[in-house]
């Protein structure tokens, strides 16, 4: 009697894949959950720290109701624009869904179009495993962290006196916007064949979507026509803690389920290690490249850019709003005393602090990208050569540094931009742009941290410097964190404009040649694959 094989599915083995994608990523999961969820506690206390009486609250309401803080923010819909959840659904929405829709990008890529550019993914179908598994373990990895984050928030924010249902509404809102961006990933992941492009199609597609909102809103701060086309909207549009809805939801559902649909035909379309959409053929009169420095400019020169174009932008909307502050100022008496102590400067600082916690971000990714070329291969491809192991290496921190230099420069243009022209004081647009300049010695400190990471095989130190700078930067006080640790962070080091210490850039340079070369040092002696 023959045997008869039984032909698996196109969905084979995508419980063992999910069980194994957790498994990879629960620390970096963790992580991303664990600092959204204490967003939904920091942020209203901090609110009713700053802001403790409704006329307070007011003031602030008035400075948010500016168009760029309608862009930074969310939605006024009128009514009690001074309740505290009200306060919440208007400026900590956007925030969180940014930051989730990130996550779940990230994710999706990771485990689809990532996976086939370094290899892993054929040893996977190497095995019983069904065409669409990989994608299907991938989106329900996503869904279920999205899952898990809803519940975490909202019992966070709900232990704080929330109504719960409206908390769950906002939250539930937060988490469907980001799994249809996580969605859109795993399309262009089909659509394309780098990871980096696949993930710059969807981080792009997230830009517009909160810009086309942003515009739509200050057209009409209840939302006009346009806001109606970023799925973002769709989820503000819930207003909870003001007349909660829930058909908005829907939108996200149907928006999701076709971009499903449309992943499955992409990739029913194309061969594995391939893209939907051609790759870009050889250019015969490029110039060549001009050494591993010039490598890593050219392979991150997408990314710089995307970097640059979104830090003047946010700079320029910071810088903005620094009349409406000091006007906000006369009716609130902590902001008084905070620009009586500090001054205008002092405004200043705290904005250009934040864009250089966003810039730490973009130096860990270019630095720990080598952990991935080694993992693809493309690392032993260059050290094959004449290239020595300490100049790759150092090629990425420089690469980092140079790149950081070029989105300081543009965070500061666009907060001296938005500041100056507001105030009508021109000579401010060159000082906030050269104070930008004084915390390359802070991005410095972090590149060889990252180095660091990549040396001993854990680039997730990298990231979790990126998440000390943040957690000291903006939640040190309220988690009563002793000062010498807040005072460690680099960023928070630098206070310029209000001040420039010499003594303190000398020894974070100092610090950063240190930990390099001594990641240069394991870097040489361990094996590279």
């Known amino acids: 009697m023959i045997a008869t094989a039984v032909a698996p599915s196109s969905l084979t083995g995508t419980a063992a894949l999910v069980h194994f994608a957790l498994r990879r990523d629960r620390i970096r999961l963790t992580v991303w959950v664990s600092i959204l969820t204490l967003m939904m506690v920091y942020a209203p206390n901090a609110i009713k720290l700053a802001y403790p009486d409704a006329a307070q609250r007011q003031a602030r309401v ?46 999706v890529i990771r485990h689809t179009r990532a996976e086939e550019e370094s290899g892993a993914a054929e040893l996977v179908l190497s095995s019983i495993v069904g ?21 975490t928030m909202t019992i ?34 089909q659509l394309w064949r780098q990871a980096r492009t696949a993930t710059g199609a969807a981080l792009a597609a997230l830009a517009a979507a909160v810009l086309v909102r942003g515009v739509g809103d200050v057209i009409n701060n209840s939302g006009s026509t346009l806001s109606w086309f970023s799925p973002i909207a769709w989820a503000q549009q819930m207003r909870p803690f003001m007349a909660l809805r829930w058909w908005p939801l829907g939108l996200l559902a149907v928006s999701a389920v076709a971009l499903v649909a449309a992943t499955v035909v992409s990739e029913s379309r194309r061969q594995y290690d391939d893209g939907v959409l051609a790759s870009a053929g050889e250019h015969t009169r490029a110039r060549p490249v001009g050494g591993v420095f010039g490598l890593q400019l050219v392979i991150h020169r997408g990314l710089t850019v995307g970097w640059a174009i979104g830090l003047l932008i946010a700079g320029a909307a910071f810088g903005s709003m620094t ?22 400067d002092g405004v200043y600082t705290t904005m250009t602090q934040f864009l250089a916690a966003a810039t730490t971000a973009y130096v860990v990714t270019v630095v720990i990208r080598l952990s991935r070329d080694e993992e693809s291969g493309i690392g032993e491809a260059v050290l094959a050569g004449s290239v020595s192991r300490w100049k790759w290496l150092l090629s990425a921190v420089a690469a980092a540094l140079t ?68 957690v000291a930067l903006y939640l040190g006080a309220l988690l009563r964190l002793p000062r010498w640790l807040i005072e460690a962070s680099p960023v928070g080091r630098t206070t310029a404009p209000s001040s420039v210490s010499v003594v303190a850039l000398s020894v974070m340079v100092v610090v950063a040649v240190a930990i390099t070369l001594i990641a240069g040092v394991i870097y040489r002696r361990r094996d590279v694959v």
């Open 323 to 344: 009349k409406s502050l000091l006007d906000a100022a006369r009716d609130n008496e902590l902001l008084a005393r905070v620009l009586s102590a500090q001054g205008t």
């Open 403 to 470: 790149g950081s230099i070029v989105l300081l420069v543009c965070a500061g243009l666009g907060n001296g931009l938005g500041a100056g022209l507001t105030l009508g004081e021109p000579a401010t647009i060159v000082r906030l742009t050269l104070a930008a300049l004084a915390f390359v010695p802070a991005m410095a400190v972090i590149a060889g941290v990252a180095a660091l990471g990549v040396a001993v095989r854990q680039p997730g130190i990298g990231w979790l410097a990126v998440t000390f700078v943040i």
């Open 62 to 107: 008035n400075l948010l109701k500016t168009p760029a803080g309608i862009m930074l923010g969310g939605p006024m819909f009128g009514g009690n624009e001074t309740d505290l959840g009200v306060m919440m659904a208007n400026e900590l929405t956007l925030t969180l869904l940014v930051a989730a829709s990130i996550m779940s990008i990230l994710t």
């Open 156 to 189: 966070a924010m709900a232990a704080t006196g929330f109504a719960v249902l409206d908390t769950a509404a906002m939250c539930v809102g937060i988490t469907t916007v980001a799994t249809v961006f996580g969605v859109l990933a795993a399309l262009t992941a």
């Open 131 to 151: 065409r669409y598994s990989r994608t299907a373990a991938a989106l329900i990895l996503m869904v279920l962290v999205n899952a898990v984050l809803a519940v």
